[in-house]
């Protein structure tokens, strides 16, 4: 499967952004997808992931409350919706696919697709 990122952008603290990742060369519904990011000079961290069906979600604590991760497997996207977004979201964002569809991982070594990532930066 092929995952693209778009959505990523400049935006003040305080505001908001959605990110999608369109998947294709596959039937998605098969995967959970999840959201994770690395920031410069850090390690990629998870953010969000969700099963296959949307029935289930799982998010870090950093941006429970601010982010929702929500799914529409007839358009075969994934979106992120973040708010109230603080200069340590900054990062490049990366969606990924994973072939167990009933589990949410945080775990990156779960996930068997990457798309390229697109960049999240908030200013202060």
């Known amino acids: 499967v092929q995952l693209q990122a778009s959505g990523g952008g400049l935006v003040q603290a305080g505001g908001s952004l959605r990110l999608s990742c369109v998947a294709s060369?596959?039937?998605?519904?098969?995967?959970?997808t999840g959201w994770f990011r690395q920031a410069p000079g850090k390690e990629r961290e998870f953010v969000a992931a969700?099963?296959?069906?949307?029935?289930?979600?799982n998010y870090a604590d950093s941006v429970k409350g601010r982010f929702t991760i929500s799914r529409d497997n007839a358009k075969n996207t994934v979106y992120l919706q973040m708010n109230t977004l603080k200069p340590e979201d900054t990062a490049v964002y990366y969606c990924?696919?994973?072939?167990?569809?009933?589990?949410?991982?945080?775990?990156?070594?779960?996930?068997?697709?990457w798309g390229q990532g697109t960049l999240v930066t908030v200013s202060s």
């Open positions: 060369g596959a039937t998605f519904r098969r995967y959970s």
């Open positions: 990924a696919a994973d072939d167990g569809p009933f589990r949410p991982s945080e775990r990156p070594y779960d996930y068997e697709y």
């Open positions: 969700i099963t296959w069906s949307g029935d289930s979600t």
